[in-house]
């Protein structure tokens, strides 16, 4: 008879659908049982896709009966109702942290840290205690945007200390790494460096944590929803379809692991010229049309303007050079938004 580390072993194989990590990984399979001949597993899924229980289920009994010994195989999969919290999270929440929002997008390049940045400075200039996480392991973005590049202190119990700008208490990746040094790591690691991100960082009393997510649906992503219960996340888009396509897979990720949709934000909306015309250069519209096709939020549009560019470029956001300013007033609004959201 196979021993229950060899069962387990053998669903390692099996793939969740659509990523690259393994169900054994995830924390989905509760229990292993094998006993003459015969073995019995038992599985418990936060999705709403019944397809991907149906594939879980038959790619796991497939693996299951080419084990040694095995004559009969039992595979039980339970899908969570979709109110239910979802099983991938550890549920103990982080002490002092008051809610937790991931900013997301399907894709590169629709300006999801600058939206994180100038959300985060939003939410400290109405008045909120605010921490930003950058989880983009490979491309972190916020040192620069924000302006720090130190590397963070110790506490006495060795928790490391958040780097502190613009009233938001800050960790990056970028640093705790050396000049443009890559990081060239596999998802175990990631998903490692993301819990200590949680666990090892003394980050004291915060409103809102707002957690830059590197773009698409993979480790990162995955990793955090099991690490620490998410209030919500933001998804950033274009107007362009381009962009649109991959959002709906930023939408369906936050959906299979029950983390709730807050709302869409468009960003490079239109180009605001001298004399008053707007240049829809992405076209216009589009992140609108998918928040209403998916019955979530709409919260907000940014336009294009230099300033926005030039803060981040700079280190000095825009919502904290000129938050009276055209450029920084989206930004503000959709902070408001979300603290109403969190207010009701």
């Known amino acids: 008879m196979p021993t229950q580390e060899a069962i387990l072993d053998a669903l390692r194989t099996v793939k969740y659908p ?38 879980i289920k038959e790619e796991s009994e497939r693996a299951l009966r080419s084990l040694p010994g095995v004559q009969a195989v039992h595979v039980d999969v339970r899908v969570a109702s979709p109110t239910a919290p979802s099983p991938w999270a550890n549920q103990n929440r982080v002490p002092g942290i008051g809610r937790i929002i991931a900013v997301a997008s399907g894709k590169g390049g629709v300006g999801k840290s600058t939206c994180s940045v100038n959300l985060a400075c939003a939410l400290a200039h109405l008045g909120a205690d605010i921490g930003l996480l950058d989880c983009d392991i490979y491309g972190p973005s916020i040192p620069l945007m924000m302006g720090v590049s130190q590397k963070p202190t110790l506490t006495p119990e060795g928790k490391m200390v958040p780097l502190f700008n613009h009233g938001v208490k800050l960790m990056s990746m970028g640093f705790l790494i050396e000049g443009d040094a890559p990081v060239i790591w596999r998802g175990p690691m990631i998903m490692k460096t993301i819990q200590q991100f949680f666990s090892s960082v003394e980050w ?25 219960p998410l209030d919500g996340g933001v998804i ?6 381009a962009s649109l396509g991959v959002v709906r897979k930023g939408i369906a990720m936050f959906e299979k692991v029950n983390v709730p949709i807050l709302g869409i934000i468009e960003n490079m909306s239109y180009f605001p010229m001298a004399s008053g015309e707007r240049v829809e250069i992405f076209g216009h519209g589009g992140g609108r049309k998918e928040a209403e096709r998916q019955n979530i939020q709409f919260l907000g549009e940014i336009p294009l303007y230099t300033e926005i560019r030039i803060g981040g470029d700079e280190g000095n956001p825009v919502v904290v050079s000129a938050p009276k300013d055209a450029p920084a007033q989206p930004f503000i609004q959709i902070a408001e938004r979300l603290r109403e959201r969190f207010s009701s």
């Open 18 to 55: 659509g990523y690259s990590r393994d169900i054994v990984s995830f924390g989905l399979v509760k229990d292993v049982a094998a006993n003459q001949g015969a073995v019995s597993v038992t599985m418990q899924l936060a999705t709403v896709a019944p397809e991907h229980a149906r594939q």
């Open 204 to 228: 004291g009393h915060l409103d809102y944590l707002l957690v830059d997510l590197p773009p698409g649906t993979g480790d990162a992503q995955l990793s955090l929803c099991q690490t620490v």
């Open 236 to 241: 950033v888009t274009t107007p362009q379809e």
